[in-house]
Every structure is written in C-alpha cells, then in structure tokens.
C-alpha cells in the first residue's frame, strides 16, 4: 500500500510537471482509438479508413477541445453511413442532434465520457466507464455514458445489416428509412443496456457519496453487481441474445478499477477516523473527519567526493615532502590541509625571504 501512495505522489508531481504534455498525449491515444474504431467497424468509404487518415484526425484532436473531438468523430460516422446509404445517413445524423441537444443541455464538460463509453462496447467492458464515472463525477454523467451506449449500438446495427440498408430507387430509399428508424428506436438490447448504464452511475454514486468506512469499495461493487443483474434479467425476460460472460468479466474490471481510483484520488485511514460536535449560533454540527494518508516521498541524493590537490607553490616550488611526492600536511598525516588565506600567504614568503628559504641567497 505505501508503494502505490508513493507512486501516486510521484505521479501527481510528474503530472504537475509535464501536464500540458500528458494531456495531448493523452488526447491523442483517444483519438486515435475512436477514429480507429470508426474506420474498422464501418469503413465505408476506403479514402477516410485509411491509417494515415486516423492518425491525422487524432493529430489534430489532440490539440483542440474534447468536444471538436466528438463532432469529428460524428462526422466520420455520417461520411461512413452516407456513402452505405442516404437514408441511414439522415436518421442517424437526427439521432446525433438529439443527443448533442442532451449532451449540451445536462453535461457539456464531459466529451470524454461519450467517446470513451461507446469504445469500452466496442472492446466488451461496458461497465467499467459507468464505475469510474459515478465515483469520480455526478448523476448528470448519466447522459454523456448514454449518449456514447447510443452511439455504439447504431454503429453496431449498421454494422451487421450494411448489406440490407443499401438503397436505390426513391421507394426503397423510403422503405431503408422507415426500417433503419425502427430497428433503431426498436433495438431491446440498446436500451437494456442504457439502463444498465444508467443504474450502474446513479447507484455508485449514491453509495459513493454515503458517510460509512470503505464507501468507495462498497460503491464499486454494488455498481457492477447491479448492471450485471439488470443485464441477465433483461435477457432472460426479454429473450436477448446478450452474452453475459464478457458482462461478468467487465463488472470484474470496474471493481478492479474502483479500487484503484480510490488509492488515487481518496487514500484515507478510516481506521483514525473522528467525530466532532461543534456549534455556531444558528446550526448544530455533527462531523466526521477521516484523515488522509499522508507518505513522504523519498529524496534521491548524490554525493560527490573529490579528493583535494596541491598544485600551489611556495616560493617556486612544489609543497611536496620526500615521501614519494606526497603531499605534506600542516595537521598531520590522513587530514587535509586547510586552504590558506591571503594575508597568511603574504606573510609566509616574507618570513622566507628573510630567513632565506625562498631559494636565493642573501646578500
């Protein structure tokens, strides 16, 4: 445990130092996964699937705000469908505006969270997103994560009936319409799991914001095993085709990464908690104080020993004894000498040209 606290205090130095660095670093891998994502679900058109294409996307996203990132990724996603089929291009491009209409009515701060809940469907961990939102953020996350489910399983649809929404004469236009509008609206799976979603943020976050030990471990694991339930319940009930074991192992991720979080950003010893009663003039209040942990992080010193030399001189001459050139000592051997001062030196010569020891005869 003290190894993760003085890792994470590490971190939050490093992170402190080279932010604005980790951030376009990091907006870049996102948007390199979502572009890539896009492209190799629904390539469509050949041109934009390309890698160069997603790298340049992800470039450029990387230096601009979240939300550009998202309107990039909604347009890909158009330019994909309109070149399968018109129809399927319009009724998405009405679903996009319904959910930026959501989006940027409830919570406009978190672009993240759309983009990187429909990429957790796409890699099957759908619960671990909804765990990290209700323990870091608030109920109003529930849009964005729903808006990204949304996202994931129109994409998911097109996917898998690519071949029937093809459209050609103004009749089967209408008919690709109608069908893609219904199977979208209709799909008993999406909205499952939107309220799986949407359960698993509300209860983690209640739970979570509880003033009981250990709410965070509790939060997390009640998040997970409600999704889970709300999901198998759903596909028994309703004869779905989910398959729960991706499910489970998600739900085993999100606790995973609850815990984790709670190192990062909690880090408390409930173990020294206390409760304090205090009153003003108008209230009366009851507080329960948990401390943090605290660690030191450890300080790397270096030492440096040189070893000192006398190239003076006194006199012209080296101030070496008979000793093998050894350097004489006026403390005595092993000890080094103490440098000396200006006027002690001008006083030595004087005493050796008087005396006659600087080399020269007197006269």
């Not at 765990?131 to 489910?149: D, E, K, R, Y």
């Not at 109608?178 to 999406?190: A, D, S």
């Not at 949407?198 to 979570?208: D, E, N, Q």
């Not at 051997?333 to 200006?342: D, I, L």
């Amino acid at each position: 445990m003290s190894t993760l606290l003085v890792w994470r205090e590490q971190m939050q130095r490093f992170y402190a130092k080279y932010s604005i660095f980790i951030r376009i670093g990091f907006q870049f891998c996102m948007g390199f996964l979502v572009f890539y994502q896009i492209n190799s679900n629904i390539g469509f058109m050949k041109t934009a699937s390309s890698t160069a294409c997603t790298a340049g996307l992800a470039a450029i996203c990387a230096f601009l705000p979240a939300i550009v990132m998202v309107m990039a990724a909604t347009a890909l996603v158009l330019l994909h469908f309109y070149t399968l089929s018109l129809p399927v291009a319009i009724v998405a491009a009405l679903l996009f505006l319904l959910m930026y209409i959501f989006y940027f009515r409830f919570s406009s701060g978190k672009a993240w969270l759309v983009l990187l809940t429909a990429c957790s469907f796409a890699m099957d961990v759908p619960f671990v997103l909804p765990i990290a939102a209700g323990l870091l953020g608030t109920p109003a996350c529930i849009v964005p994560a729903a808006c990204g489910t949304l996202s994931y399983y129109v994409i998911h649809l097109v996917k898998g009936s690519s071949s029937t929404f093809k459209a050609g004469d103004g009749v089967e236009m209408v008919e690709t319409l109608i069908g893609f509008t219904k199977q979208t609206l209709m799909n008993q799976e999406m909205w499952v799991m939107i309220a799986a979603v949407a359960a698993c943020t509300l209860l983690v976050y209640s739970i979570r914001t509880l003033s009981v030990d250990h709410a965070w471990k509790f939060a997390s694991v009640g998040g997970a095993v409600a999704a889970v339930v709300i999901a198998a319940t759903a596909n028994v009930a309703l004869n779905l085709h989910i398959s729960l074991s991706p499910l489970v192992i998600s739900g085993v991720i999100g606790v995973l990464a609850g815990l984790l979080l709670e190192v990062i950003f909690l880090s408390v010893d409930y173990a020294r908690t206390e409760y304090l009663e205090f009153e003003d003039d108008e209230y009366h209040y009851h507080v329960k104080a948990v401390p943090k942990i605290g660690v030191t992080v450890p300080q790397k010193s270096v030492k440096h020993i040189n070893e000192r030399q006398n190239t003076g001189s006194i006199g012209g001459k080296n101030n070496r004894g008979d000793n093998g050139g050894q350097t004489s000592s006026s403390y005595g051997t092993g000890y080094p000498e103490r440098p000396k001062s200006a006027d002690e030196i001008l006083l030595e010569r004087s005493l050796n040209k008087e005396l006659g020891l600087d080399g020269k005869s007197k006269k």
